[in-house]
Structures are given as structure tokens and as C-alpha cells.
């Protein structure tokens, strides 16, 4: 396979690193400077790209995604806060007939993590004097908060709670690639549910896996989905 890499910080870099060690090509590798909304992506660029994976910024994601689908290559995108987005991001992918997998995290211990949660919520949720709360942490230059997966969480969470609207605690600081816990406390007792992240390396093992997927589909997937068909998760 040749993947296009949009934004080549360290999640871009790593993601190289780990489809060079596949023996897959990496060829374009966008940063920043080189994709001033989405001018580097050109129909040339992606010229015999099989997939092109997506970890920029918020601000940049609709526009790069945009332009990706008008070089009628499928995409993998990484990045979150645009969920506001969601139909024109649809409606882009539809027109020009490519694949997208979208994920809140495409880490692979983290989406474990939400089938333990979400199956918890359940159980939890026939108990009504049990409350939920959720918090989350992360480095200091991540841009939105509460995070997309702490989002995702709670949306996964919230058919099965007596209050479906828990609030959720967010910390930005340092370098903290990110944590994310889930507490269900009652007066006799808490259970806690916690996901660490020691390092970016299974955001990148899951983009690898999901750039696989998505090569030679179409369609708008959410990558929880991909994830259970893949694992075999009924």
C-alpha cells in the first residue's frame, strides 16, 4: 500500500514509522507549512495514494477532508472536534464515492475500553442509586475539551443512566498522552473504571489497521464499528 500522511507531527511520524516497518510507501507527508488549508493536497500529490491518513488540527480537518475527496482518495481521519461538521463531511464523502473511517480514538486498548464501559453502564444502570462521572486528561496543546472520547463515553453511557447528563472534568497539562476515567459511585461504594495511554503507539497501531480496512471501500464508518467486525465483537 502508499499512504498520504496530513499532518507529519509526532502522530504522523509515528504512523510512518509503523507503516515503513509494514513495508508500505509514505508518500506525500504534509505538515503544516506544506498544507495551508489543504493547498498541498492536489490530485497530483495523491497521485497512486491508496489511502490517506488524517491527524491535523480541528481548525484545518473539513477542508483537508474535502480535499482529499476531490483527489477521489479514501481517508482515514484521526482528528477530532468537527463532529458539528458531520453531514457536510458526509455529504463530501458520498459525492465523490471514496471511504472514510472516522474515530473519537483509534486506539486499540481504548476501544476495548469502550465495550467494557458501555456493557458496564448496563449493568450499572439497573441499580438507580449508582452515579456516573466522568473525567478526562491530556496534554497541554490539545485543543478541544471535553475530548472526543470522553464525548463518546458519555454517549455510550447515557441510554443506561438515571441521569443522563453527568458533567465531565477535563485537565489540560504537561504531557499526559491521555487518561480517561469512569466512576459510578452510590453512598456504600465507587467503582472505577480508568483507560492510560503510556504513549501514542496504539493511536498509530489503530490507524495502520483501519487505513487496511478502508482501502478499496466506500462508505462512512465509525471506526468502534470497524473495530468489532474486525475483532469479531458481537
Known amino acids: 500500500m502508499r499512504i498520504a500522511l496530513v499532518g507529519y507531527g509526532k502522530m504522523g511520524k509515528l504512523i510512518e514509522a509503523i507503516a515503513l516497518r509494514e513495508g508500505w510507501e509514505v508518500d506525500p507527508k504534509l505538515d503544516i507549512n506544506e498544507n495551508v488549508k489543504g493547498s498541498g493536497i492536489t490530485s497530483s500529490s495523491m497521485e497512486g495514494v491508496d489511502v490517506a491518513i488524517e491527524f491535523s488540527q480541528p481548525d484545518s480537518v473539513v477542508s483537508n477532508i474535502e480535499a482529499i475527496a476531490s483527489a477521489g482518495v479514501s481517508v482515514v481521519v484521526g482528528t477530532t472536534g468537527w463532529s458539528d461538521q458531520r453531514t457536510r463531511v458526509e455529504r463530501i464523502v458520498r459525492d465523490a464515492g471514496i471511504g472514510l473511517i472516522y474515530g473519537s ?127 469479531g465483537i458481537k
Not at 116 to 141: F, K, T
Not at 196 to 207: D, I, L, T, V
Open 105 to 231: 480514538n483509534f486506539s486499540l486498548g481504548m476501544n476495548l475500553f469502550f465495550e467494557i464501559v458501555s456493557n458496564s453502564a448496563r449493568l450499572v444502570g439497573m441499580l438507580p442509586q449508582y452515579d456516573a462521572y466522568l473525567s478526562e486528561e491530556h496534554h497541554r496543546a490539545k485543543k478541544d475539551a471535553p475530548s472526543g472520547t470522553a464525548l463518546n463515553l458519555l454517549d455510550m453511557m447515557r441510554p443506561h443512566l438515571s441521569n443522563p447528563n453527568p458533567g465531565i472534568a477535563s485537565i489540560r497539562a504537561g504531557w499526559i498522552p491521555g487518561t480517561h476515567v469512569i466512576g459510578f459511585d452510590s453512598e456504600a461504594d465507587t467503582i472505577v473504571l480508568e483507560h492510560r495511554a503510556r504513549s501514542r503507539q496504539g493511536f498509530a497501531e489503530g490507524a495502520i489497521l483501519a487505513a487496511r480496512w478502508i482501502a478499496g471501500k466506500k462508505g462512512f464508518f465509525d471506526f468502534r464499528q470497524v473495530f468489532r467486525e474486525i475483532v
